[in-house]
């Protein structure tokens, strides 16, 4: 079975902090991708990257920036300087195997809020 | 522009009722998927569709049904089975690409 955990349910910091959110991965397949999202209040699922098991190396874009580590089955996801429009819910996901339907599991979320 | 629609995007259901929820995309993807959000519990997969004619049940698939008529068009109805509707539904749709469209969501009350 796939089972994605994000443990953290909420976090909070002031404005300009560096926030890092946990991400841990449960898969038997040895081909597998990884994924974030973000949901902003409206609600629709915003894609913020995708990793597949075989390229751990780490992305940076812009403030964001991702550390894939199979060795601990982690994929955290870090915001530098984070601004009041981070504010929203972060979801990471898994998708296992180059067959089958596709299916994404989903962690529980962790709810970010950016304060001024 | 190619997306995902789902409408409607607030719904309230009394007691005893079947509602359905639509979701129409126009992206030829083949494959669409139902999922449930509540607080603190992330996106639960309802009901899922590889392919027209063709569905499975994902994790909490209890007193939701589907139909596949349409390639493009995959409406999910929560019956009267379904002992705790309210939630945030959301669909999605992929062509297997790896690249997932997310409709906007439709939120269910139960009044």
């Known amino acids: 079975a796939q089972k994605v955990t994000q443990a953290q349910t909420e976090i909070s910091v002031v404005e300009k902090e560096d926030v890092t959110l946990d991400c841990v991965y449960e898969?038997?397949?040895?081909?597998?991708?990884l994924f974030w999202y973000k949901q902003p209040p409206s609600g629709e699922l915003v894609f913020l990257i995708r990793?597949?098991?075989?390229?751990?190396q780490n992305e940076i874009s812009g403030r964001y920036s991702w550390n894939f580590q199979k060795s601990t089955s982690s994929f955290n996801f870090t915001i530098t300087a984070s601004q009041v429009v981070d504010s929203a819910v972060y979801f990471c996901?898994?998708?296992?195997?180059?067959?089958?339907?596709?299916?994404?599991?989903f962690g529980q979320g962790t709810r970010l809020t950016i304060n001024p | 522009d190619g997306g995902i629609t789902q409408s409607p995007k607030y719904l309230f259901r009394k007691e005893g009722q079947n509602v359905t929820l639509s979701c129409e995309q126009n992206?030829?993807?083949?494959?669409m998927y139902w999922y449930r959000q509540d607080p603190g519990q992330g996106l639960r997969l309802i009901y899922y569709?590889?392919?027209?004619?063709?569905?499975q049940k994902g994790d909490i698939a209890e007193g939701y049904s589907v139909s596949r008529e349409k390639k493009e068009s995959f409406p999910l109805t929560v019956t009267s089975a379904q002992k705790n509707p309210t939630a945030f539904y959301l669909c999605?749709?992929?062509?297997?690409?790896?690249?997932?469209?997310f409709g906007s969501g439709t939120r269910l009350t139960v009044v």
């Open positions: 569709s590889q392919i027209v004619n063709d569905f």
């Open positions: 992206l030829n993807h083949d494959a």
């Open positions: 999605a749709s992929t062509s297997g690409s790896l690249g997932y469209t």
């Open positions: 990793r597949n098991s075989f390229d751990e």
């Open positions: 996901a898994l998708r296992g195997g180059v067959r089958g339907a596709q299916k994404l599991v």
């Open positions: 898969t038997r397949d040895t081909t597998y991708y």
